[in-house]
């Protein structure tokens, strides 16, 4: 049965053709929406546990724009790599995926939370294409004012990997788990909206391949920070923040600014770690910007 969503209607109205092919040892599955001569590409890469649909309300906000929405491998429809899934495996799978979808190196490059991670870990190879980092990881989580929690899914998912199979399994796909996690993460006050984010966790939250590619995946997500990237990124990267994100505060993001050369930061107000799903348009004007040229200021509201 299908659930309808707020964004059926806009994403209805965007052609979209899905493909595959093996990238990185991944048996990789992404979707191409958007008009094919589009004057503008971006190549999306989605957070920890998530999978490409959680983009797409940013892809409904700009028909105009060519999108390429790829599952991480391991994540979603696109199959394991089997050397592992440490970001040194996915940094190898995104410069192979971006050679093999973008090989003029004409598109932006937009890196979601673990996918900022994913960008940096060798961002010097995906030159001379643009870099936009939204809800960025600047700090590393383990040190960060979130770090007893950090601890805390540290533990559930060395226990999820730990257990027999079954119960192990059982544990990372936890909806009452998943609920918690996504009760965190969204600001939003409105009851639509909210129940929606909590419905889209429960859908996809859970769409990895075995409990051990998620528990190195996660192992992977709190090993490196984006600061300790920011002078090899090129000058005119575009960093979107949540004043309100716990997972990665505003004032690291503040730091990971100042510390990248010719950077733009952009503060949204009132909205956390999911910007993508509370404030989609905000992104999307903040993409226009990026795609029609440089930003004269270095930090927007």
Do not use: K
């Not at 890196?111 to 900022?116: D, K, V």
């Not at 559930?156 to 192990?168: D, V």
């Not at 590619?213 to 990237?229: G, I, K, M, Q, Y």
Request: with cysteine.
């Amino acid at each position: 049965m299908h659930i309808h969503t707020p964004i059926d209607a806009a994403l209805a109205a965007i052609p979209v053709v899905e493909h595959v092919a093996p990238i990185g040892g991944s048996e990789t599955v992404w979707w191409e929406y958007g008009p094919t001569d589009a004057a503008h590409t971006i190549v999306l890469v989605h957070g920890f546990r998530g999978t490409h649909h959680g983009l797409l309300s940013v892809v409904a906000q700009l028909p105009d724009i060519r999108f390429l929405a790829p599952d991480l491998p391991g994540f979603g429809r696109s199959g394991p790599m089997p050397t592992g899934h440490g970001l040194d495996d996915y940094a190898g799978w995104l410069r192979e995926f971006l050679g093999y979808v973008d090989p003029t190196c004409e598109a932006v490059a937009l890196g979601h939370s673990f996918g900022s991670l994913v960008v940096a870990r060798d961002v010097r190879a995906l030159a001379p294409r643009r870099i936009v980092l939204v809800n960025p990881i600047a700090a590393p989580a383990l040190e960060g004012p979130d770090r007893v929690g950090t601890w805390l899914a540290v533990l559930y998912y060395r226990l999820g990997a730990l257990l027999p199979r079954r119960l192990g399994t059982a544990l990372v796909t936890n909806r009452l788990i998943t609920r918690i996690m996504s009760e965190i993460m969204a600001v939003t006050r409105r009851p639509a909206l909210r129940a929606w984010i909590h419905r889209e966790h429960d859908l996809h939250f859970s769409e990895f391949a075995d409990r051990d590619t998620l528990a190195e995946a996660f192992r992977a997500s709190v090993s490196d920070a984006v600061l300790a990237h920011a002078a090899e990124f090129p000058t005119g990267t575009t960093l979107v923040a949540g004043e309100r994100d716990v997972i990665a505060p505003l004032a690291a993001q503040r730091s990971l600014h100042r510390a990248m050369p010719g950077s733009t930061l952009h503060v949204i107000g009132g909205v956390g770690h999911l910007i993508h799903y509370e404030t989609p348009a905000a992104v999307a004007r903040i993409l226009r910007g990026v795609l029609d040229g440089p930003s004269d200021s270095s930090e927007a509201p």
